[in-house]
């Protein structure tokens, strides 16, 4: 199953809800999983790809279920164990526009570099 993914940060806005901004600079990667894929697995593949060094950064996985959320304050999912992993692809399966959202803490944005979701 193809999974198209970003860097980036959320931002809660009481207004619209979450959105991702993506930083623009990092790009976006098209992933390749199935469904023996683990927490591990997705942390080393999203690492290789967008050049991030796991022993200096903490990786955080995400990804925001619109059609299941009915307010505006309800988070993004934290995909942090191998069962949320399953989770993810089973609602992708679902859902082919939802996005991974990656975020390493190293992400430097510019002006320029932002795209709201």
């Known amino acids: 199953m193809h999974i198209y993914s970003s860097c980036g940060l959320w931002n ?3 207004r619209k809800g979450w959105s991702f901004l993506a930083d ?4 976006g990667r098209l ?7 683990t927490i ?3 942390k080393l593949m999203v690492s290789d790809d967008f050049g991030i060094d796991l022993t ?5 996985l995400s990804y925001l279920p619109s059609e299941l959320i009915n307010t505006l304050e309800s988070p993004p999912v934290i995909i942090s164990n191998d069962r949320q992993v399953k989770n993810f692809l089973t609602y992708v399966r679902t859902k082919p526009s939802t996005r991974l959202c990656v975020n390493s803490g190293e992400t430097n944005f510019d002006e320029q570099d932002i795209e709201r979701d």
């Open 12 to 14: 809660s806005s009481v």
């Open 24 to 27: 623009k600079a990092k790009g």
């Open 40 to 42: 591990e697995k997705l």
């Open 56 to 60: 200096l950064v903490n990786l955080e």
């Open 31 to 37: 992933l390749n999983l199935d469904g023996s894929s």
